[in-house]
């Protein structure tokens, strides 16, 4: 690996076909600078000071004040500092505001200090984060999805930290920062030196966040071959070697876990040249947008990636994790640095428009953890202060960010990526370049140039893949047009203020889901609209609404009926409803995705399709809570506690077992004045036998028998107030019985009221 180092360090290579420019050369305007001073307003709300909480405690200094609330209340307690260090930087380079500039370097200091306290480069906010390491150091790994050494995601944590810092160097200039960074890449060079790859491979199990792209940023500013190599070792081989050979094998991964790695690859690319991480960053890239991605921009149920292409019968409350499109965004931005394509531009700005700037309520400046899918959904965001998610986290640096993807340059040429209204500064060619639109309500963007002398430019526009009239450039009399999925290339010499309209013509059409083509999202553009239902509360006996279709075309499917609103027109059932753009939607009930019928078909499927809804509605109505093994976020929720046990995946679904005489526990919501049915979903063919406890009481010994064969079944036990005893929660346990039995697999857990 140190060969590998040098040999990098010797010729950097240069594979950047364009350049971003810098964050600071960059304002929004419209609805992402509203979004943004609404993040602004949420970041001078917030101290600092709380957050580094934990950062005093494992220096050895007493905390200067209490620490906020949700994750940072747990065993992942510090990483939002990371989050907010990078937010700040970001929205200072974003807006100028010296507030933030002001924060980064307190938040600096402060790190410093604990470095210097505690006498080594660790950077770290965790509990227990002394035995842990001193674990690790020795050798002795322990290492589970989201748990390394009984500890909740310790590099992952650690990651958070170290990419504020970068963040705050290339956008602030602190070299403080920078001394920190070096000192936390000795402590992890040290606590490491003598790891064999079997040790490396094992630790790297758990969920590490992006530690191979901290370490590679950190070379490409230092030079230091140690930081290189370092990175190279946090690389991952279960996920990214079957990446590098074009394996699709992303289903039943979590998502988020993932993302991070392949961020690090194409750094290591951007640092080294070397071919195999570019192919592990582009087949990723190609696999989830192609095999996993809804109509909105993001993927997954649950945090987890399904089967490729079968995305129809994965709608659900738990789509759409907001932190991995903020990831896919960035590793989009990378992807575009090294080959400008449409492709990509398209897909950031159906990512961008369609999930980030939905993410955000704008009262509050909460934002969203999951975006739901399911007909009838309503989005849910984050306290202020007490839900300090992965969410809360990147939604602080996604509203800094809109400036990002838009513009790019080599030489005189501009390539304009993105239509978001802005104002680019480019300093080179002594020009700026203004968008002024109300892209995507409008179809029309005037592009103006101010060049103070003559400049010749040559300029790059995106015709989205959706634009099936093509593209048009208005200049003076001349008229340049392109087609969809092209650019429109357009040369002059500019001087003065000088102005372009582009058009855009915008229409409706249907994505219909890759397994089920009348299943679908209605888009206008770019924009996805939403049918919006006329209820905030869920009615008993609701029904979903369906398009029944007839001899119209999709454009005549909906009429605009004001700016930003359509409506359905005698087509929808079982009434019509208002459409508007996803982005707008806030509290508001919504399908994002409905099905097609022709009139036989409904006639036909009608009394099978509602009394499946209804069916659904009655069991939504009757859950007091719902539990879905090895999902992480599902898992933290009830207080997951173990040992000898793992998540896992089969036949689609996720699950959790133990081994070895292992066991799991956890929490469940319960009502102690009511009889209630506890619903385990186990695979049949299963023949593992393991106690049930309630409380620590033997509930029942599970016996499997190897029916219903090759297929899921429900077990139910039931709870009655005698049994709570005045509880509101109850603690179950799955125990092996022998040395070398297992528990489980158990593939989720519903409490339901008495019917």
């Given at each position: 690996?140190?060969?590998?180092?040098?040999?990098?360090?010797?010729?950097?290579?240069?594979?950047?076909?364009?350049?971003?420019?810098?964050?600071?050369?960059?304002?929004?305007?419209?609805?992402?600078?509203?979004?943004?001073?609404?993040?602004?307003?949420?970041?001078?709300?917030?101290?600092?000071?709380?957050?580094?909480?934990?950062?005093?405690?494992?220096?050895?200094?007493?905390?200067?004040?209490?620490?906020?609330?949700?994750?940072?209340?747990?065993?992942?307690?510090?990483?939002?500092?990371?989050?907010?260090?990078?937010?700040?930087?970001?929205?200072?380079?974003?807006?100028?505001?010296?507030?933030?500039?002001?924060?980064?370097?307190?938040?600096?200091?402060?790190?410093?200090?604990?470095?210097?306290?505690?006498?080594?480069?660790?950077?770290?906010?965790?509990?227990?984060?002394?035995?842990?390491?001193?674990?690790?150091?020795?050798?002795?790994?322990?290492?589970?999805?989201?748990?390394?050494?009984?500890?909740?995601?310790?590099?992952?944590?650690?990651?958070?930290?170290?990419?504020?810092?970068?963040?705050?160097?290339?956008?602030?200039?602190?070299?403080?920062?920078?001394?920190?960074?070096?000192?936390?890449?000795?402590?992890?060079?040290?606590?490491?030196?003598?790891?064999?790859?079997?040790?490396?491979?094992?630790?790297?199990?758990?969920?590490?966040?992006?530690?191979?792209?901290?370490?590679?940023?950190?070379?490409?500013?230092?030079?230091?071959?140690?930081?290189?190599?370092?990175?190279?070792?946090?690389?991952?081989?279960?996920?990214?070697?079957?990446?590098?050979?074009?394996?699709?094998?992303?289903?039943?991964?979590?998502?988020?876990?993932?993302?991070?790695?392949?961020?690090?690859?194409?750094?290591?690319?951007?640092?080294?040249?070397?071919?195999?991480?570019?192919?592990?960053?582009?087949?990723?890239?190609?696999?989830?947008?192609?095999?996993?991605?809804?109509?909105?921009?993001?993927?997954?149920?649950?945090?987890?990636?399904?089967?490729?292409?079968?995305?129809?019968?994965?709608?659900?409350?738990?789509?759409?994790?907001?932190?991995?499109?903020?990831?896919?965004?960035?590793?989009?931005?990378?992807?575009?640095?090294?080959?400008?394509?449409?492709?990509?531009?398209?897909?950031?700005?159906?990512?961008?428009?369609?999930?980030?700037?939905?993410?955000?309520?704008?009262?509050?400046?909460?934002?969203?953890?999951?975006?739901?899918?399911?007909?009838?959904?309503?989005?849910?965001?984050?306290?202020?202060?007490?839900?300090?998610?992965?969410?809360?986290?990147?939604?602080?640096?996604?509203?800094?960010?809109?400036?990002?993807?838009?513009?790019?340059?080599?030489?005189?040429?501009?390539?304009?990526?993105?239509?978001?209204?802005?104002?680019?500064?480019?300093?080179?060619?002594?020009?700026?370049?203004?968008?002024?639109?109300?892209?995507?309500?409008?179809?029309?963007?005037?592009?103006?140039?101010?060049?103070?002398?003559?400049?010749?430019?040559?300029?790059?526009?995106?015709?989205?893949?959706?634009?099936?009239?093509?593209?048009?450039?208005?200049?003076?009399?001349?008229?340049?047009?392109?087609?969809?999925?092209?650019?429109?290339?357009?040369?002059?010499?500019?001087?003065?203020?000088?102005?372009?309209?582009?058009?855009?013509?915008?229409?409706?059409?249907?994505?219909?889901?890759?397994?089920?083509?009348?299943?679908?999202?209605?888009?206008?553009?770019?924009?996805?609209?939403?049918?919006?239902?006329?209820?905030?509360?869920?009615?008993?006996?609701?029904?979903?609404?369906?398009?029944?279709?007839?001899?119209?075309?999709?454009?005549q499917w909906l009429k605009k009926t004001g700016p930003r609103t359509w409506?359905?027109?005698?087509?929808?059932?079982?009434?019509?409803?208002?459409?508007?753009?996803?982005?707008?939607?806030?509290?508001?009930?919504?399908?994002?995705?409905?099905?097609?019928?022709?009139?036989?078909?409904?006639?036909?499927?009608?009394?099978?399709?509602?009394?499946?809804?209804?069916?659904?509605?009655?069991?939504?109505?009757?859950?007091?809570?719902?539990?879905?093994?090895?999902?992480?976020?599902?898992?933290?929720?009830?207080?997951?506690?173990?040992?000898?046990?793992?998540?896992?995946?089969?036949?689609?679904?996720?699950?959790?077992?133990?081994?070895?005489?292992?066991?799991?526990?956890?929490?469940?919501?319960?009502?102690?004045?009511?009889?209630?049915?506890?619903?385990?979903?186990?695979?049949?063919?299963?023949?593992?036998?393991?106690?049930?406890?309630?409380?620590?009481?033997?509930?029942?010994?599970?016996?499997?028998?190897?029916?219903?064969?090759?297929?899921?079944?429900?077990?139910?036990?039931?709870?009655?107030?005698?049994?709570?005893?005045?509880?509101?929660?109850?603690?179950?346990?799955?125990?092996?019985?022998?040395?070398?039995?297992?528990?489980?697999?158990l593939f989720g857990v519903r409490v339901l009221k008495g019917a």
């Amino acid at each position: 690996m140190l060969l590998f180092a040098l040999a990098a360090m010797i010729s950097k290579p240069n594979i950047q076909a364009v350049q971003p420019f810098p964050l600071s050369s960059v304002r929004v305007f419209g609805m992402q600078e509203q979004r943004q001073r609404v993040d602004l307003k949420y970041l001078k709300s917030l101290d600092p000071i709380r957050l580094m909480h934990g950062f005093y405690v494992n220096a050895g200094i007493k905390p200067k004040k209490p620490r906020y609330g949700g994750w940072e209340a747990m065993g992942i307690e510090g990483h939002s500092l990371g989050h907010y260090l990078s937010a700040c930087a970001l929205m200072y380079a974003a807006t100028g505001d010296e507030e933030m500039l002001a924060r980064t370097k307190t938040i600096t200091i402060e790190l410093a200090e604990c470095q210097k306290a505690a006498k080594s480069g660790f950077l770290g906010g965790m509990p227990d984060a002394a035995r842990i390491f001193t674990e690790l150091k020795k050798r002795d790994i322990r290492s589970q999805g989201f748990d390394l050494n009984g500890n909740w995601v310790p590099w992952y944590n650690i990651h958070k930290t170290l990419a504020g810092l970068i963040d705050t160097y290339h956008q602030t200039g602190n070299k403080l920062a920078l001394e920190i960074l070096i000192n936390n890449a000795e402590w992890t060079n040290e606590l490491t030196k003598d790891y064999t790859d079997e040790d490396w491979q094992k630790m790297l199990a758990c969920e590490h966040g992006g530690m191979n792209e901290s370490l590679a940023d950190l070379y490409s500013i230092t030079n230091n071959p140690l930081h290189l190599e370092l990175a190279d070792k946090f690389h991952h081989k279960a996920i990214l070697d079957p990446l590098e050979k074009g394996d699709r094998k992303l289903a039943g991964k979590h998502g988020n876990t993932q993302i991070p790695k392949i961020l690090g690859a194409a750094r290591l690319y951007e640092t080294t040249g070397d071919k195999r991480f570019e192919a592990i960053s582009k087949n990723f890239w190609n696999e989830v947008v192609e095999d996993h991605t809804y109509a909105m921009g993001g993927h997954g149920l649950g945090e987890h990636f399904g089967p490729a292409g079968k995305l129809s019968d994965r709608l659900g409350t738990t789509n759409a994790e907001t932190c991995n499109t903020y990831n896919m965004l960035k590793l989009t931005d990378h992807l575009f640095q090294w080959s400008p394509s449409t492709r990509l531009g398209d897909f950031y700005e159906q990512a961008q428009l369609n999930h980030i700037l939905t993410s955000q309520e704008l009262e509050s400046a909460g934002v969203t953890y999951f975006v739901p899918l399911k007909a009838g959904a309503q989005k849910t965001y984050s306290d202020p202060t007490e839900d300090f998610t992965c969410c809360r986290g990147t939604g602080m640096e996604n509203h800094a960010k809109y400036g990002e993807g838009i513009y790019y340059h080599k030489g005189n040429e501009l390539w304009v990526n993105q239509y978001t209204p802005s104002h680019l500064m480019w300093k080179e060619q002594g020009a700026t370049v203004t968008l002024f639109t109300d892209y995507p309500n409008s179809e029309t963007i005037k592009v103006q140039i101010d060049a103070k002398k003559a400049t010749k430019l040559k300029l790059n526009f995106r015709t989205p893949s959706w634009a099936s009239k093509g593209m048009s450039l208005s200049f003076g009399g001349e008229k340049v047009t392109a087609k969809a999925g092209d650019w429109l290339v357009f040369e002059h010499e500019f001087k003065g203020i000088q102005s372009i309209e582009l058009k855009i013509p915008m229409t409706l059409r249907t994505v219909p889901m890759p397994d089920n083509a009348n299943r679908v999202a209605l888009m206008y553009g770019p924009t996805l609209l939403v049918a919006e239902w006329g209820s905030t509360e869920e009615k008993p006996g609701e029904r979903s609404p369906v398009f029944i279709k007839d001899d119209r075309p999709v454009e005549q499917w909906l009429k605009k009926t004001g700016p930003r609103t359509w409506h359905s027109v005698g087509n929808l059932l079982p009434t019509d409803l208002a459409f508007r753009p996803f982005f707008e939607i806030q509290h508001e009930r919504y399908s994002a995705y409905l099905d097609v019928f022709t009139h036989q078909d409904w006639e036909n499927r009608e009394a099978e399709f509602r009394k499946k809804e209804a069916e659904e509605a009655a069991l939504n109505a009757r859950t007091l809570d719902f539990f879905q093994p090895g999902e992480m976020q599902a898992e933290r929720d009830h207080n997951v506690q173990s040992e000898f046990s793992g998540p896992g995946e089969w036949q689609g679904r996720k699950l959790r077992h133990a081994w070895n005489g292992g066991w799991f526990s956890f929490d469940l919501k319960v009502d102690p004045t009511k009889t209630q049915d506890v619903v385990f979903t186990y695979w049949g063919s299963d023949r593992r036998t393991f106690e049930v406890l309630l409380d620590g009481e033997l509930w029942e010994t599970y016996k499997g028998t190897g029916q219903p064969a090759d297929k899921f079944f429900d077990k139910t036990l039931k709870l009655t107030p005698e049994m709570l005893k005045g509880k509101s929660k109850v603690t179950i346990k799955l125990q092996a019985q022998k040395p070398n039995g297992w528990a489980g697999g158990l593939f989720g857990v519903r409490v339901l009221k008495g019917a």
